[in-house]
Structures are given as structure tokens and as C-alpha cells.
């Protein structure tokens, strides 16, 4: 089992930067997918941005040029840089991992773009 916790949302102005952090309770050294999703009042939860162990990245084309995620294998943890932020970029932010093809989410994390 894989618990993750997300942190570092919060309340930023538009144009403003957040760094999101998620912590992994095992080694992510061998979990080949994690990777960041987010879901806005009302609507599905979206994709974000998905990083392989091998460092391959995909983002959400809403994202791209603004958004950077990145893993440290040695501290078990994910992050996504968020710059230039939009009040369409609020929502609450999960953290996703899949090893051997399961899902593990996070308890998710507020943010909140103001205009």
C-alpha cells in the first residue's frame, strides 16, 4: 500500500507561484507513474501533470510553459512547481500514484487563485 500527502497549497493572487510537495509513505524509486491531478467545483477531477520514473513528463495543455513537476527518489517526493497561476487553476490538487496498476490518491490539497 502507498499513502501519499499532499502539501504547500494555499491562497495566491494571480500571477503568483506555488510549490505543491507530495510525500510518499514507501520508496517511489519503483513506481513508474505519479503524477498530479486537480479537481474545480463542480467539475471531474483532471489531469495535471504525470511523471515516469524515468523522468518523462506529460501536462494537461491548459498547464504547459507554467507548470513543473519533478520527483526526488531519494526523499519519496513529488512535487509540482506552479508558476504564473490563474484563478482557472483553483481547485484541490491530488496527489496520484499507480503501482502495479492500482491507484493510490492523496488526501488532496486546496488552491485557491484570486483575481
Known amino acids: 500500500q502507498v499513502q501519499l500527502v499532499e502539501s504547500g497549497g494555499g491562497l495566491v493572487q494571480a500571477g503568483g507561484s506555488l510549490r505543491l510537495s507530495c510525500a510518499a509513505s514507501?520508496?517511489?524509486?519503483?513506481?513508474?507513474?505519479m503524477g498530479w491531478y486537480r479537481q474545480a467545483p463542480g467539475k471531474q477531477r483532471e489531469l495535471v501533470a504525470t511523471?515516469?520514473?524515468?523522468?518523462?513528463?506529460t501536462y494537461a495543455d491548459s498547464v504547459k510553459g507554467r507548470f513543473t513537476i519533478s520527483r526526488d527518489n531519494i526523499k519519496d517526493r513529488v512535487y509540482l512547481q506552479m508558476n504564473s497561476l490563474k484563478p482557472e487553476d483553483t481547485g484541490v490538487y491530488y496527489c496520484n500514484a499507480v503501482q502495479n496498476g492500482y491507484p493510490y490518491w492523496g488526501q488532496g490539497t486546496q488552491v485557491t487563485v484570486s483575481s
Open positions: 514507501i520508496s517511489i524509486f519503483s513506481i513508474y507513474a
Open positions: 511523471i515516469t520514473s524515468g523522468g518523462r513528463t
